[in-house]
Each structure stands twice: as structure tokens, then as C-alpha cells.
T-cell receptor, first 110, second 113 residues
Framework: NAGVTQTPKFRVLKTGQSMTLLCAQD?????MYWYRQDPGMGLRLIHY???????AKGEVPDGYNVSRLKKQNFLLGLESAAPSQTSVYFC?????????FGEGSRLTVL | QQQVKQSPQSLIVQKGGISIINCAYE??????FPWYQQFPGKGPALLIA?????SEKKEGRFTISFNKSAKQFSLHIMDSQPGDSATYFC????????????FGSGTQLTVLP
């Protein structure tokens, strides 16, 4: 999706390993979000940011950390991956009415 | 706690038929109800949205029907096409602040040619 780029697109981790997902946007939005998508669960908000240097917890924040050091980047970190974190992760931007999503990052934790 | 319940989980429709996806919510403070469409390997994209001051909104072949008293809303896809095959998510929020969106569990629609 134009404007929101996620890297990597696929990753396999072993339990206990750490990793960082990067979301980069070129639409100059203040608001950025990290969601996870699981079968039968819809999209659940992990963390979000309302501007550079600020972050806040969403619905399912446990086991994740985030940082927004630059306005255009929003990083999602897993310090010690668990199999329950196997999911598709989506970054999104937007503030009112409409979210613009990236194409997702599929993470498998063995 | 799931505040937006979506059904069915999957739906198969013949080309030209009507696809209907239903959602029910619990929180009466919700006042913005968007629908997102997601194709395989892509992120969701806003399809259509409604506020509770109207009972219906139509955009092309897509219509949202809203029943405030029953706390239900639905998406109708008229003249369904194979290109409509996707996963559809309803959502609800208090105001349009995206950080307050609560999504339904999704419906996988398959339109047979």
C-alpha cells in the first residue's frame, strides 16, 4: 500500500529470540499504529503513537515494545519471542476516519 | 472482551448474488462504523463507513444498513463479483479517532464465477 512500508515481510524466529519490525511512512502522518491479525480475532491494536517521541499501549501490548524516534518511522520490538506471538503484523497510519495499512509482516515463532 | 461481533465467518456466493455480512455491537457510545476490505497478501483498506444518524449508506454496489435500536449494522454487496472475493472487517469507535477502533473478527467472502 502506497505510503506505508513494512520490513521485513517474513521472519521465522526461535522462542526467546528478539527482533524488530520497522514501519516507514512517507505521508507525514502524526499517528502510527501496530496491529496484529490472527484468524478469528480480527485486528487488535498493540501500540500506537500520536507523534514523534510518544507511544501508548493498545489492547494487547504485553510482550512488545515500540519506539518513535523519527516521525516517519515506528518500530515494534519483541524482546523474547514466544509462539503466541506468531501472527501477521500490520502497521497503519491515520488519525480520523480512515486508517492506511502496510502490507503486513508475517512472523512465525517456533 | 469482543465488543463487535461479526458473522458469518465465511461466505460463499454465486456471481451476481447478494453478499450480506452482519455485525453487532455492545457499546452504545460507538458512533462511527467503518468497513474494511482486505485482499490476500495486502493490508486492509477502508471500503465504506456510516454514522448512526442515517439508517443506510450506499456507494456503488456496497451498502451499509444500520439499526441503532438493535445495535446492529450490515454490509450488503449487490451483484457480487469474483473480484469482491476478500476478507471484510466491520469496526466501531467512539468518534473517528482511529486509535479507538474495535474490529470484528472478519468474514472471508468467496464469489464463485
Amino acid at each position: 500500500n502506497a505510503g506505508v512500508t513494512q520490513t521485513p515481510k517474513f521472519r521465522v524466529l526461535k522462542t526467546g529470540q528478539s527482533m524488530t519490525l520497522l514501519c516507514a511512512q512517507d505521508m507525514n502522518h502524526e499517528y502510527m499504529y501496530w496491529y496484529r491479525q490472527d484468524p478469528g480475532m480480527g485486528l487488535r491494536l498493540i501500540h500506537y503513537s500520536v507523534g514523534e517521541g510518544t507511544t501508548a499501549k493498545g489492547e494487547v501490548p504485553d510482550g512488545y515494545n515500540v519506539s518513535r524516534l523519527k516521525k516517519q518511522n515506528f518500530l515494534l520490538g519483541l524482546e523474547s519471542a514466544a509462539p503466541s506471538q506468531t501472527s501477521v503484523y500490520f502497521c497503519a497510519i491515520g488519525d480520523t476516519g480512515e486508517l492506511f495499512f502496510g502490507e503486513g509482516s508475517r512472523l512465525t515463532v517456533l | 472482551q469482543q465488543q463487535v461481533k461479526q458473522s458469518p465467518q465465511s461466505l460463499i456466493v454465486q456471481k451476481g448474488g447478494i453478499s450480506i455480512i452482519n455485525c453487532a455491537y455492545e457499546n452504545t457510545a460507538f458512533d462511527y462504523f467503518p468497513w474494511y476490505q482486505q485482499f490476500p497478501g495486502k493490508g486492509p483498506a477502508l471500503l465504506i463507513a456510516i454514522r448512526p444518524d442515517v439508517s443506510e449508506k450506499k456507494e456503488g454496489r456496497f451498502t451499509i444498513s444500520f439499526n441503532k435500536s438493535a445495535k446492529q449494522f450490515s454490509l450488503h454487496i449487490m451483484d457480487s463479483q469474483p473480484g469482491d472475493s476478500a476478507t471484510y472487517f466491520c469496526a466501531a469507535s467512539m468518534g473517528t479517532a482511529a486509535r479507538q477502533l474495535t474490529f470484528g473478527s472478519g468474514t472471508q467472502l468467496t464469489v464463485l464465477p
